[in-house]
């Protein structure tokens, strides 16, 4: 059974940083691209970024390129997003997913794909 698992989210101020983390189990780690998605009340949810499955291809949504940074610890089996200077427009919940292309120019979920259950960012003015 796989399991996605995420970590990190919280209330922090506006220019602010967090890192969250993933983990999955129940699955190869480093035979998927993982990615976070994230989806704001009213919203659709939406890509935020992809990983390659070696890490070394990466993509990101227009609205967080130059604060936000994904890499991956394949010997750990854990997916990371640093995010600095915070926004209020970035509060939203955060997801993590198992398959995900990060080799195409725009985070996308591959045909077989598995979801965390979320972790809530609140970014304050």
């Known amino acids: 059974q796989v399991q996605v698992v995420e970590s990190g989210g919280g209330l922090v101020q506006a220019g602010g940083s967090l890192r969250l983390s993933c983990q999955a189990f129940g699955l190869s780690f480093a035979d998927y691209g993982m990615g976070w998605f994230r989806q704001a009340p009213g919203k659709e949810r939406e890509g935020v970024s992809c990983?390659?499955?070696?890490?070394?291809?990466?993509n990101y949504a227009d609205s967080v390129k130059g604060r936000f940074a994904v890499s991956r610890d394949n010997a750990k089996n854990t997916l990371y997003l640093q995010m600095n200077s915070l926004k209020p427009e970035d509060t939203a919940m955060y997801y993590c997913?198992?398959?995900?292309?990060?080799?195409?120019?725009?985070?996308?979920?591959?045909?077989?794909?598995?979801w965390g259950q979320g972790t809530q960012v609140t970014v304050s003015s």
């Open positions: 990983i390659s499955r070696t890490g070394r291809s990466t």
């Open positions: 997913v198992a398959g995900c292309f990060g080799s195409v120019a725009k985070p996308m979920v591959a045909p077989e794909h598995y």
